[in-house]
């Protein structure tokens, strides 16, 4: 029979994939490999680190039958070490802070974990931090056993046995160029020292979000105050043990917008589903390799799973919210679905029949200045007060006339998956677009709908 102990025993050993289609689009012409660590069990590369660090503590007799394994972590490590520890029979608490998404906080808590999580904004040091807090409930749980993979040396110890010789295998030692995170800084500080001592030239470099401290504490020797982003599981606001800058040639800083950006891409264009670190570190990778020739052989680490980002960088509505949404991608339908003011599918309108009277009280009551007419679900003119009210100076008796006497050319009618471009072009010269889906109008957009995109 052909069959595995146990899950642990399919940790690690991930393969390396090689990007094809944004490389080809983008004239690189080195060889760029993805190290799939989204294909662990846990689905990132931290389940390396948990089962190194657990083994450890048992080996020292730090961790005993029946223990609690207490760690502040951004999921990953948190998922990695629950793997070891549904296995192996112990208890779990993490901790995370409010960053992380709810996917990886439900999924800790399927595999068995209880969860504490603290705010991201608090500061290290401060009794809510969630490393602080992590120490807290580690000293107050007997029997327990707090990793800590910020320091623990079991961390890239684990790259340093595993990954690295993976990579120098699997590319026949060719390697010339490694590109990772710094999170603990396990994953580049192990498999960078692997890599450098088999081969001194390999470069290692780092890609990191602006906002954390990596870049300029590594080119400056001073620690920043970090400033925050969205992307998960990277970056840092004071150094750790694990992260050994003396191993990392070079630090690129990437914005939010091109991490997901790239995830995105890389989940479109190449098949790879993975989180926006990756995003960060794919952004890295293209950047080193654009200026390398054909012998160059680029490695980068996918480290988890788009899975965990479902409801953040991977939706339309989310990237939308946090303004970082590409414009081609913004239709009419999301613009409409996602709209601060009003309920999404309602359409304030009035028919050819109303009076002007009942028109003007509408858009007084909606707090609008203009209003298609509407009949059978089609447009047949609109209204905008100040040209009502310029006629009403006129002739007050227009007030009982039907809205058809005083109304003006409908407004631009488009379909539903019409782009931000087209909608914008249009709303140049008219105050409104009309949306329309299966031939019915659905939905209205205003200048200040598309302005409240651009806050
Ligand atoms: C999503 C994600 N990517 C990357 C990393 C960075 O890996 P490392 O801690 O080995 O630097 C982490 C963890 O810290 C992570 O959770």
Known sequence: MKFYDDILALIGKTPLVRINNITKQQKIKAQVFAKMESLNPGYSVKDRIGISMITWAEEKGVLKKGGTIIEATSGNTGIGLALVAAVRGYKCIFILTDKVSVEKNRYLKALGADIVVCPAAAKPGTPDHYVATAKRISEETPNSFYPDQYNHPANPAAHYRTTGPEIWEDTEGKITHFVASIGTGGTISGTGRYLKEMNPNIKVIGADPYGSIFKPYKESGRVPEATPYLVEGIGQSLPTG???????????????????????QLSRREGIFC?????????GALKVAKDLDEDAIVVFTVCDTGEHYLTKFHSDE?????????PQRISAALI????????????????????VA???????????TQLPVLE?????????????????????????SPVSVVMDESFPVLEVDANLGE?????????????????????????????DLQR
Do not use: C, Y
């Open 275 to 283: 989180g926006g670190s990756t995003g960060t570190i794919f952004a």
């Open 242 to 264: 694990n992260a050994d800058l003396n191993i990392i040639d070079e630090i690129i800083n990437i914005t939010d917008r091109e991490s997901f950006e790239m995830a995105r």
């Open 376 to 400: 059978d679900h089609h447009s047949v003119g609109s209204l905008r007060e100040s040209r009502v009210l310029a006629k009403l100076l006129q002739n007050r008796d227009l007030l009982e």
């Open 336 to 355: 409409m679905e996602t709209k601060d003011s009003g309920a999404p599918g309602e359409i304030i309108f009035v028919a050819p029949t109303d009076t």
């Open 423 to 451: 909608i914008k072009r249009r709303l140049q010269k008219q105050p409104a677009v009309l949306i329309e889906d299966f031939k019915r109008i659905t939905g209205i957009i205003t200048r200040s709908d598309v302005l």
């Open 318 to 326: 989310w990237m939308k919210e946090k303004l970082l949404l590409e």
């Open 358 to 368: 009942a028109a003007l009280e509408k858009m007084n009551e909606s707090g609008v």
